[in-house]
């Protein structure tokens, strides 16, 4: 089996090698203590104020649960989801728990996995929210639209899953390094992150700057035509 041997590097970081010496895997430490209670302290904070605003949100149904409302819930609840990921995965170095090779360490990987994606799935959704709006003229979106936002945003990360079980277990092709979910750390294995990790983040930041620029274009052109009635209804 293989794991993990963290030598210290300096004073604030740890440098990791994989080593074939010990059946007993150990926490892969690649930041320092200092490091580590940053992220716990701003996480924290993070996770308080996306509650806060999930109850401004809840306490005022009628006021902001509207269908952008609800898309910006989905965002919120997406990202406090991929906080507590981090925050377990940050705090594994002093609670040596999940170990890498477990079955929970696999299970918390594969959960980082899709909070991941479900939080760049529901900015996707919010997107296109808004280029709907703004491109039917300033209409709200209708209550037909919301399944559509739910299914990419809460859909479209099981299948990504999917097809990262299907390379880690099934298929083995040459040239794709397998996910190896839970295996190096409770996430995917840094050869393989190019591939299962940041192509979708690109697939989706790029069809965010794409109805960006749409909305943006559609905003200019809506207003160019409301300073060109203003004129006509002067003269």
Not at 107 to 124: D, E, I, K, P
Not at 191 to 206: C, E, G, R, T
Request: with cysteine; aromatic share 14%.
């Amino acid at each position: 089996p293989v794991v993990a041997s963290c030598i210290p590097k300096d004073q604030s970081n740890l440098f990791c090698s994989e080593l074939e010496l010990s059946p007993t895997p150990i926490v892969i430490c690649s930041f320092g203590e200092t490091e580590r209670i940053f992220y716990l302290i701003f996480g924290l904070l993070s996770v308080v104020a996306i509650t806060l605003a999930l109850l401004v949100y809840f306490l005022l149904p009628k006021q902001l649960l509207n269908i952008h409302g609800k898309v910006v819930v989905g965002n919120f609840i997406s990202c406090l989801m991929f906080l507590v990921f981090l925050m377990i995965t940050f705090s594994s170095c002093w609670t040596s728990w999940p170990l890498p090779g477990s079955l929970s360490c696999m299970v918390l990987g594969y959960f980082g996995y899709y909070s991941t994606m479900a939080m760049f799935a529901w900015m996707f959704a919010l997107c296109l929210d808004l280029f709907c709006t703004f491109f039917g003229s300033g209409r709200s979106s209708t209550s037909s639209q919301f399944p559509l936002y739910c299914s990419l945003g809460w859909g479209v990360p099981p299948i990504l899953i999917l097809i990262v079980i299907m390379f880690d277990h099934i298929v083995h092709t040459k040239g794709i390094n397998p996910p190896g979910v839970g295996v190096q750390s409770c996430f995917l294995h840094e050869d393989s992150m190019n591939i299962f990790l940041n192509l979708p983040i690109f697939v989706f930041l790029s069809m965010n700057a794409i109805l960006y620029i749409s909305t943006v274009f559609c905003i200019y052109r809506t207003r160019s035509s409301i300073q060109k009635s203003v004129k006509k209804n002067k003269q």
